[in-house]
Nanobody, 128 residues
């Protein structure tokens, strides 16, 4: 059973930085998509950034390009989200999720419904 545990959330002023970590375990293979999502109250869930477990070019939502980067350590099962130049609109609960089933799509194009393993989330609050 895959387990994903997020950490690193907190409160920061606009312009500041935070780093979120996701530690995964229980994967049966080294081939899966893993990503960070976020959801703010009253807003739709957004896929922020992700990558394929085997490496390759990560993908980012337009809203975070140039400000957020991800790094992965497949041996440790970690996915780290480095968030810089934070804005109040980045305030949300951030979730780590993995898509471990088969897919017809590359990770950047896979539908959200294929993410079948989720962490409990960590709160990020950015104040003005």
């Amino acid at each position: 059973q895959v387990q994903l545990v997020e950490s690193g959330g907190g409160s920061v002023q606009a312009g500041g930085s935070l780093t979120l970590s996701c530690v995964g375990s229980g994967f049966r293979s080294y081939s899966y998509c893993i990503a960070w999502f976020r959801q703010a109250p009253g807003k739709e869930r957004e896929r922020v950034a992700g990558t394929w477990s085997g490496g390759g070019r990560p993908f980012y939502a337009d809203s975070v390009k140039g400000r957020f980067t991800i790094s992965e350590d497949i041996e440790k099962g970690t996915l780290t989200l480095h968030m810089n130049s934070l804005k109040p609109e980045d305030t949300a609960t951030y979730y780590c999720a993995a898509a471990t089933g088969t897919s017809d799509y590359p990770c950047a194009d896979s539908p959200d419904s294929e993410y079948n393993n989720w962490g409990r989330g960590t709160q990020v609050t950015v104040s003005t």
